[in-house]
């Protein structure tokens, strides 16, 4: 539990460093192995003043279990998506610039880029609008994640979610989805970008979540 609270501490770093966040808008968990726990960001801390010890823990439900802050506001969005799939051991949620700017238009980013096809398997998704509050956010996540390829779902009008098999996966996918959003735009400013066929999606998807990850564990 100590090594997660660090791991998911120092994960929200990452989080600044890739410019993905500002003042205290994005958050990092992590599922607490073998129990039904997960460990958060507190709620209206700033991000160097994050350490292990002011991380929160929750239960599935996103009641407080352990921590002196509340949790981070967008916590029930978490526990839902770690009760509804269980495979996932992290989840991200950020505003991050480009992403956001798809999410605001509803538009899915299409896999026009071999990064894309390697990471998400084609495009990256547009969830439903929903508010925060109760768990129409969550129901929008695993809606739209559940059987998708895509480890990264733009929610509408309002910025990224990504999942992964742990924390550190799941910020990987929340600064691929930045990036290829970023790139896909400029893209568009000049022309139309050019598709992917879906069986190179396929080979290429293939490839590196099996062939790669085995050479190189991630
Ligand atoms: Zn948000």
């Not at 996918?173 to 992917?196: F, W, Y």
Request: proline letters at 5%; hydrophobic letters at 40%; glycine letters at 10%.
């Amino acid at each position: 539990m100590n090594d997660l609270r660090k791991i998911v501490a120092d994960l929200h770093a990452e989080l600044v460093r890739y410019n993905l966040v500002v003042w205290t808008a994005g958050n990092v968990s992590g599922r607490v192995p073998g129990e039904d726990l997960f460990v958060i960001k507190p709620s209206g801390v700033s991000y160097d003043e994050l350490t292990p010890e002011n991380m929160v823990v929750c239960d599935l439900d996103g009641n407080l279990v352990e921590g002196e802050h509340s949790p981070s506001s967008d916590t029930a969005a978490h526990a839902y998506v770690y009760r509804n799939m269980p495979d996932v051991g992290g989840v991200v949620h950020t505003h991050s610039t480009y992403a956001s700017a798809w999410a605001a238009r509803g538009e899915a980013i299409p896999c026009v880029l071999t990064a894309m096809a390697d990471e998400f398997g084609g495009e990256i998704p547009v969830g439903p609008f929903a508010l925060i509050g109760d768990d129409s956010i969550g129901q929008g996540i695993v809606q739209t994640l559940k059987g998708h390829r895509s480890k990264a779902v733009l929610m509408q009008n309002h910025g990224v979610f990504s999942i992964g098999k742990d924390a550190k996966a799941a910020v990987k996918a929340a600064v691929m989805c930045e990036d290829v959003a970023r790139t896909v735009h400029v893209a568009r400013q000049l022309g139309d970008p050019l598709p992917i066929a879906q069986d190179d999606i396929d080979r290429l998807y293939d490839r590196y979540q099996n062939v790669y990850g085995q050479r190189s564990p991630r």
